[in-house]
């Protein structure tokens, strides 16, 4: 079965700071790969999805930023976080062979 | 008006009572989703349906696809039931996400 690896779990990080999380997948190929943001009392949205190396998909204008430079590794970046970029992110990956959605661990990013 | 709503949007039970999380949506879907998230924020993928019904241990999901309608179903409820619970729509290649249901389970 898959399992993904999301780090880190909690960050704290300075206004204008550069951000990385990472986010990597063992037990399928060529998932579906997926970055969600959950502001504080609000849903997830989705920010970021990806259905191939080097392929991203944009849900929503903002100051973020993601890249797949490997199958199964999935990395969201910022070069200057804002403050509304405080949140709850989680990386999920959906197997093509039966559609089921893994989620990670999330990491909880509070910008000061 | 929001493609998907759950309802209610808060839900307090007592210990052992039978728990009914409604959702309801207004698009065509290839499956539906329901997850769980607890306190720590972390998710876990309880369903998956496209039609009728499934059950896994004390958890019951239905749909009903003409009336576009899914309900989850929580018997002899338990204080570690407590949870955010979450639906969410199947589209062709992303997940549309209900504003979930907190639920309490007071022992």
């Known amino acids: 079965s898959q399992t993904i690896h999301q780090w880190p779990a909690t960050l704290v990080q300075p206004v204008g700071s550069p951000l990385s999380l990472e986010c990597t997948v063992e037990?399928?190929?060529?998932?579906?790969l997926y970055w969600y943001r959950q502001a504080a009392g609000r849903g997830l949205q989705l920010l970021f999805y990806?259905?191939?190396?080097?392929?991203i998909s944009s849900e929503v204008p903002q100051n973020l930023s993601a890249s797949r430079p490997q199958d199964r590794q999935f990395i969201l970046s910022s070069k200057k976080l804002l403050l509304s970029d405080s949140g709850f992110y989680l990386c999920?990956?959906?197997?093509?062979?039966?559609?089921?959605?893994?989620f990670g661990s999330g990491t909880r990013l509070t910008v000061v | 008006k929001n493609e998907v709503e759950q309802s209610p949007q808060n839900l307090t039970a007592q210990e052992g009572e039978f728990i009914t999380i409604n959702c309801s949506y207004s698009v065509g879907i290839s499956a539906l989703h329901w997850l769980q998230q607890h306190p720590g924020g972390g998710i876990v993928s309880l369903f998956m349906?496209?039609?009728g019904k499934k059950k896994h241990g004390r958890l019951i999901a239905t749909i009903n696809i003409q009336e576009k309608h899914s309900s989850l179903h929580i018997t002899a409820s338990h204080p570690r039931d407590s949870a955010v619970y979450i639906c969410?729509?199947?589209?062709?290649?992303?997940?549309?996400f209900g504003q979930g249901t907190r639920l309490t389970i007071n022992p």
């Open positions: 349906l496209s039609s």
């Open positions: 999920a990956v959906r197997t093509v062979s039966n559609y089921g959605y893994t």
């Open positions: 037990g399928t190929s060529n998932p579906n």
């Open positions: 990806s259905v191939g190396i080097g392929q």
């Open positions: 969410a729509l199947q589209g062709a290649q992303k997940l549309v």
